[in-house]
């Protein structure tokens, strides 16, 4: 597996929303939902239109079995505002074109998530590891650099240890390639 990372600039961030909002209003807005959020794409990908009607998105996670609450941000609720207006409640909330053999609607593979995510990055010339975390990293980091918080983080994550949360975000990284610049 390879090691992704978070979207550290926040004019790449920005030019990287803006790309993929001129390419498809679905790749936006579930763009939006992981960096507004910090699910994990497993969760994403599972949402249906119902699951964002309210102030929050609630989800099982799939991988740890727990419930999680998030609140939904003003700038997510304009996007996803327009993004449901006239679906049904039960609809994926990020449907793909395919459907299953019988014709059920189903959701967008977390592959083709990859695919468009490295695409927007080639793009717009973002040359870090992009991948479908890229998503719940760039959330992580940005938390973190704006309050500071690796408790609240760790706890959102459900992670073990601050520790793990810290170098999940890349922030571990950030502080040693710092250092040796500044070594000499």
Same mark, same amino acid.
């Given at each position: ?15 990287? /929303?803006?790309?993929? $909002? ?7 807005? %579930? ?8 699910? *994990? ?34 700038? %997510? ?9 006239? *679906? ?17 609607? $189903?959701?967008?593979?977390?592959? *083709? ?64 390639? /710092? $250092? ?5």
């Amino acid at each position: 597996m390879r090691y992704v990372e978070p979207i550290r600039d926040e004019e790449q961030l920005e030019d990287f /929303k803006e790309y993929l $909002k001129g390419k498809s209003e679905r790749d936006y807005v %579930l763009f939006l939902t992981g960096i507004h959020t910090g699910f *994990r794409v497993s969760d994403i990908l599972q949402l249906r239109v119902k699951d964002v009607r309210g102030t929050h998105i609630r989800v099982i996670e799939m991988k740890t079995g727990k419930p999680k609450r998030v609140i939904i941000s003003p700038e %997510l609720k304009r996007a996803l505002k327009h993004f449901i207006a006239g *679906r049904k409640d039960k609809e994926y909330l990020f449907p793909s074109h395919k459907r299953t053999k019988s014709g059920k609607q $189903k959701p967008i593979s977390r592959v *083709r998530v990859y695919q468009i995510f490295n695409e927007a990055a080639q793009a717009i010339g973002l040359r870090d590891n992009i991948g479908t975390h890229t998503m719940r990293k760039t959330f992580g980091y940005h938390f973190y650099k704006k309050y500071g918080d690796v408790a609240s983080l760790q706890k959102l994550f459900n992670h073990a240890t601050q520790d793990i949360t810290l170098m999940y975000i890349g922030v571990e990284q950030d502080d040693i390639d /710092k $250092k040796v610049s500044h070594l000499f």
